[in-house]
T-cell receptor, first 111, second 113 residues
């Protein structure tokens, strides 16, 4: 089992829809969870971090964490073509400041 | 406020050669981490430098080495290049207390022929 798993996609949604990106992780002691956005040919950009069970909202983005199920998700409301990118899930295992990344999910928002 | 900078942006080398990549951290940051990102994969942690010492290392061979200078800038050296070393090399900087939040530079794309 990979430490951080994501469906590579692509996930295709129409403009204005909600995009739902999912991530599971294997280490139960993980404490910190991050979502990065990476445009093609560019470096990752941090968009959300979450540390506690539940939802965390920032603008059109909502991160959801369920530690019991070892599951973290990212919802993007009112998706725009400019949201088309690869979304990387990153998890810090317990006691570590080094994130382990999933392979990313490619999101395509079509007009 | 200057962000993380890396040089060069692109590099082409041949097998067996050696390469040095450079990184300057975001202003106020003193911890630098290096990652390798192969096409279609997430970044893989190589090592982290703090106070001019390697603080933590990922699962990479000794061909990968690094250095941090007193001004917190850092170098990544790769010896005896292999075709499989072709990747985007990312530098990320962070604060030691807030080290969980990492800020990435634009990366250096290395092609080994």
């Amino acid at each position: 089992q990979k430490e951080v798993e994501q469906n590579s996609g692509p996930l295709s949604v129409p403009e204005g829809a909600i995009a739902s990106l999912n991530c599971t992780y294997s280490d139960r002691g993980s404490q910190s969870f991050f979502w990065y956005r990476q445009y093609s040919g560019k470096s990752p950009e941090l968009i959300m971090s979450i540390y506690s069970n539940g939802d965390k909202e920032d603008g059109r983005f909502t991160a959801q964490l369920n530690k019991a199920s070892q599951y973290v998700s990212l919802l993007i409301r009112d998706s725009q073509p400019s949201d088309s990118a690869t979304y990387l899930c990153a998890v810090n295992k317990g006691g570590s400041y080094i994130p382990t990344f999933g392979r990313g999910t490619s999101l395509i928002v079509h007009p | 406020d200057a962000g993380v900078t890396q040089s060069p942006t692109h590099l082409i080398k041949t097998r067996g050669q050696q390469v040095t990549l450079r990184c300057s951290p975001k202003s106020g940051h003193d911890t630098v981490s290096w990652y390798q990102q192969a096409l279609g994969q997430g970044p893989q942690f190589i090592f982290q430098y703090y106070e001019e010492e390697e603080r933590q290392r990922g699962n990479f061979p000794d061909r990968f080495s690094g250095h941090q200078f007193p001004n917190y800038s850092s170098e990544l050296n790769v010896n005896a290049l292999l075709l499989g070393d072709s990747a985007l090399y990312l530098c990320a900087s962070s604060l030691p207390q807030g080290a969980e939040t990492q800020y990435f530079g634009p990366g250096t794309r290395l092609l080994v022929l």
